[in-house]
């Protein structure tokens, strides 16, 4: 199976500031990538599919790159409705397969 | 509106086996892949399974974790879809969404898990 490893699992952030956060495949997944945004206590909610493009109504200081192996989440101008954990998933082969998540806390 | 409703939780023996379904409404369910992630207290995401439509001849597929454990299933005329898990043991214990994805394409193909259930408890506990 492919395995995805997120980086860092827990990011000290403050409002305003930019953000990068990584997921890494064990294999080339090509785009095939979603991320995901999950608040305490909430569902996960998706943000991004196709490794690049944006869900409905999400904001566009949400972005997501990458091809392959590597992908990144970008969020430019963080707020405090962001303060989330955020996973990965790879669905470019069987059995689809999500990241250990990073969580972002104020500093 | 898109609703998707899990139930079937609750408090399993070890060695037990559990039937979670899930119930949606407000889309065409026929036109979807149906998938289960689940949680465990405190941790991360884990993909349990996905049944594919009638386009895809209901294929099933599993975590690799999981595998010769559970099973999925859906019936199109209630709009519902079901996971059974066999011998049940305490790191089964989680809570277990419901998700649609889609097949979109626009150029590129992609699959996109746009939508969520609330989550059913499930505790493995003698």
């Known amino acids: 199976e492919t395995v995805m490893t997120q980086s860092p699992t827990s990011l000290s952030t403050s409002i305003g500031e930019r953000v990068t956060l990584n997921c890494k495949a064990s294999q080339s997944v090509g785009i095939d990538v979603d991320w995901f945004q999950q608040t305490p206590g909430q569902s996960p909610k998706l943000l991004i599919y196709?490794?690049?493009n944006r869900h409905t109504g999400v904001p566009d200081r949400f972005t997501g790159s990458g091809f392959g192996r590597d992908f990144t989440l970008t969020i430019s101008n963080m707020e405090a409705e962001d303060l989330a954990v955020y996973y990965c998933?790879?669905?470019?082969?069987?059995?689809?397969?999500f990241g250990g998540g990073t969580k972002l806390e104020l500093k | 509106e898109v609703q998707i409703l899990e139930t079937g939780g609750g408090l399993v023996k070890p060695g037990g086996s559990l039937r979670l379904s899930c119930a949606t409404s407000g889309f065409n369910f026929n036109d979807y892949l149906m998938n289960w992630v689940r949680q465990a207290p405190g941790k991360g995401l884990e993909w349990v399974g996905q049944?594919?439509?009638?386009?895809?001849?209901?294929?099933?597929y599993y975590a690799e974790s999981l595998e010769g454990r559970v099973t999925i299933s859906r019936d199109d005329s209630k709009s519902s879809v079901y996971l059974q898990v066999s011998s049940l043991r305490a790191e089964d214990t989680a809570i277990y969404y419901c998700t649609r994805s889609y097949y979109y394409y626009d150029g590129t193909y992609y699959y996109v898990m746009d939508a969520w259930g609330q989550g059913v408890s499930v505790t493995v506990s003698s």
């Open positions: 196709g490794a690049s």
């Open positions: 049944i594919r439509n009638k386009n895809y001849n209901y294929a099933t």
């Open positions: 998933l790879q669905y470019g082969s069987n059995p689809w397969t």
